[in-house]
């Protein structure tokens, strides 16, 4: 029988969005309320709204209410936010305003997405059997820097016509920062780790090789290796398994990390977690809010309830809790349970049925 640990008091927040935000949530506070009864973890949990349904509600995407909750709170569970509802606001009163700014004023610089393929799913991944079996990547994206935070940005009139402007800036400590990162998490898998960028065209990567390559000398165990981000999009296609730890900036990581998405065979698939420096964090599934199936059940609950996983691993030190609810996962799909994203047919188990079946999965694995 495996057992769970006694845990000091945790108080988890959770941001269901918008979207298939709600469904997937339900699901994983359905796994946490399973796990309060039928182990020693003591857990506080409380809900905030974010995105459109804060917009709905408060008039802003962030509530400086909810964000106050986000600074006490241990941990943060995010469903995900946006949808065509809102696409004629503002830019800076849109939705993912909240993603920026949850990301920015907890300083949670570090998003870690890992892209590994269950055995189960090997017929679901895009590319063949040999090229994925046993898939196991680490992204490391940089997340409060980058084109996505740097000013100047915006739009404005220059000589009578439109200009948009966004800055691509990266400072010394931003970039020693998430570099460290990467380097411990490479020294505790294989010891292989490849630096993203641009440099034979952007200066600020340019800056960022040389850090990486300064950084580097702390950590003589950990072969560094620089790739430029054509390229490892290209590669990540071609010969995936090349890769072990994958580190870039913010831009390059969000669009790379979901390329990756599609080896795993479904962005349905894949968490993620959002740190600070001391590792607290806001742990979410990489997909969106998908609008066009809200509501319809055929949401894929996995990814957030992996994410729940890494919040166990991540920020409260909880791997055995963690590796429990990735088994059950795992489990479950052998069992050849699929959502409608994995399905072969028109035949699927529902939002709801998904998540009841990895909690049976978890009540036999705690025996």
């Known amino acids: 029988m495996a057992k769970v640990n006694s845990s000091s008091p945790r108080n988890i927040l959770l941001l269901p969005g918008d979207g298939i935000g709600h469904e997937i949530m339900a699901e994983a ?30 008039g802003e995407p962030l509530p400086s209410s909810v964000l106050m909750q986000a600074k006490h709170a ?44 269950a055995e189960p799913l ?16 680490l992204i490391i994206r940089e997340l409060t820097g980058g084109i996505y935070f740097g000013q100047p940005r915006g739009v404005s009139i220059e ?19 998430i570099a460290h990162v990467a380097f411990k998490a490479a020294q505790k898998r294989n010891k292989r780790l490849c630096s993203v960028d641009k440099a034979n065209v952007l200066e600020v990567t340019e800056l960022w090789r040389e850090v990486l390559n300064e950084v580097a000398e702390e950590y003589p165990d ?15 296609v071609r010969q995936p398994k090349q890769f072990d730890v994958v580190v870039t900036g913010n831009m390059f990581g969000d669009i790379l990390s979901d390329i990756a998405a599609m080896l795993t065979g479904s962005i349905g ?4 977690a959002s740190l600070d420096v001391n590792g607290k964090g806001m742990f979410e599934p990489v997909h969106g ?13 996995l ?3 992996l994410s729940v996983a890494m919040m166990f691993r991540y920020s409260f030190n909880d791997h055995n809790t963690a590796n429990l609810i990735e088994q059950a996962v795992t489990n479950t799909l052998a069992q050849g349970l699929r959502t409608a994203d994995l399905s072969e047919n028109d035949t699927y188990a529902t939002t709801s049925e998904m998540g009841d079946s990895v909690i049976a999965s978890l009540e036999k694995l705690l025996g």
């Open 222 to 236: 950990v072969e560094l290796t620089h790739m430029y981000v054509d390229n490892a999009a290209m590669q990540l």
């Open 159 to 177: 000589n009578g016509e439109r200009v948009g402007l966004n800055t691509y800036r990266y400072n010394e400590t931003e970039i020693k920062r």
């Open 122 to 137: 090997m017929a679901a991944s895009s590319l063949k059997p040999d090229l994925v079996s046993n898939l196991d990547i």
């Open 74 to 117: 241990d941990a943060i569970l995010l469903g995900a936010v946006g949808g065509p509802k809102w696409e004629a606001l503002d830019i800076a009163k849109r939705p993912e305003k909240a993603l920026l700014g949850l990301r920015s004023s907890l300083e949670l610089f570090a998003n870690l997405r890992p892209a590994i393929l």
């Open 29 to 58: 506070e359905k796994l946490l309320n399973f796990l309060m009864q039928k182990t020693a973890l003591d857990l506080t949990i409380s809900t905030g709204a974010v995105g459109g349904a804060a917009i709905d509600q408060f």
């Open 289 to 301: 809010s998908a609008p066009d199936i809200a509501g319809q059940g055929k949401a894929n609950p």
């Open 269 to 272: 698939m894949l968490p993620s």
């Open 303 to 305: 990814a957030m309830l």
